[in-house]
T-cell receptor, first 115, second 114 residues
Framework: DGGITQSPKYLFRKEGQNVTLSCEQN?????MYWYRQDPGQGLRLIYY???????QKGDIAEGYSVSREKKESFPLTVTSAQKNPTAFYLC??????????????FGPGTRLTVL | RKEVEQDPGPFNVPEGATVAFNCTYS??????FFWYRQDCRKEPKLLMS???SGNEDGRFTAQLNRASQYISLLIRDSKLSDSATYLC???????????????FGKGTHLIIQP
């Protein structure tokens, strides 16, 4: 089955530690995205990538880093510089093209809790 | 400034009723519009795209009013399984697809009661 997988589903981290969230897709999509969702809030874009070896900052990139070494994979690292990392992290992917109606498909998300 | 506004609800609606909610957007350059559905503690999933002519999919109807900058979602004959949070999403598309142009509303929480 084609889709997006994220792991782990739940993650606990001690303050001051870096942690990497995994995102893999087999939909052959060029574009991948990372969002953060806080309770009662909309999704906010952290980083996105349109093509392998290239990525762009979103609205709230501070304290995060990404890499895009393979088309299928777009891992997100939450660094110790992120002031309030506890949140629900969602990865998505889509076709990249001129249409503005390209659907974004989401993974099941990772719930990160900083202890 | 990118902004998408929704009434957070909750909307408590009896099963079988019709319910409608709106979403307003502030950027007149917005080019595409969507309704996503998000179940509790799950990922969002596309419910329907919203086109200028409006569109219907079974019990769901979406409409776009560019002059007043709002989109609407109408659900007829509501089912218990319609209970979810409905996210309004607006895309200010730039060249190449506009990944950075997607703005999500905070969602409207709908509860269908038996």
């Amino acid at each position: 089955d084609g889709g997006i997988t994220q792991s782990p589903k739940y993650l606990f981290r001690k303050e001051g530690q870096n942690v990497t969230l995994s995102c893999e897709q087999n939909l052959n999509h060029d574009a991948m995205y990372w969002y953060r969702q806080d309770p009662g809030q909309g999704l906010r874009l952290i980083y996105y990538s349109q093509i392998v070896n290239d990525f762009q900052k979103g609205d709230i990139a501070e304290g995060y880093s990404v890499s895009r070494e393979k088309k299928e994979s777009f891992p997100l690292t939450v660094t110790s510089a992120q002031k309030n990392p506890t949140a629900f992290y969602l990865c998505a992917s889509s076709i990249w093209g001129p249409s503005s109606y390209n659907e974004q498909f989401f993974g099941p998300g990772t719930r990160l809790t900083v202890l | 400034r990118k902004e998408v506004e929704q009434d957070p609800g909750p909307f408590n609606v009896p099963e079988g009723a019709t319910v409608a909610f709106n979403c307003t957007y502030s950027n007149s350059a917005s080019q595409s519009f969507f309704w996503y559905r998000q179940d509790c503690r799950k990922e969002p999933k596309l419910l329907m795209s919203v086109y200028s002519s409006g569109n219907e999919d079974g019990r769901f109807t979406a409409q776009l009013n560019r002059a007043s900058q709002y989109i609407s979602l109408l659900i007829r004959d509501s089912k218990l399984s319609d209970s979810a949070t409905y996210l309004c999403v607006v895309n200010i598309a730039h060249s190449g697809g506009g990944a950075d142009g997607l703005t999500f509303g905070k969602g409207t929480h709908l509860i269908i009661q038996p």
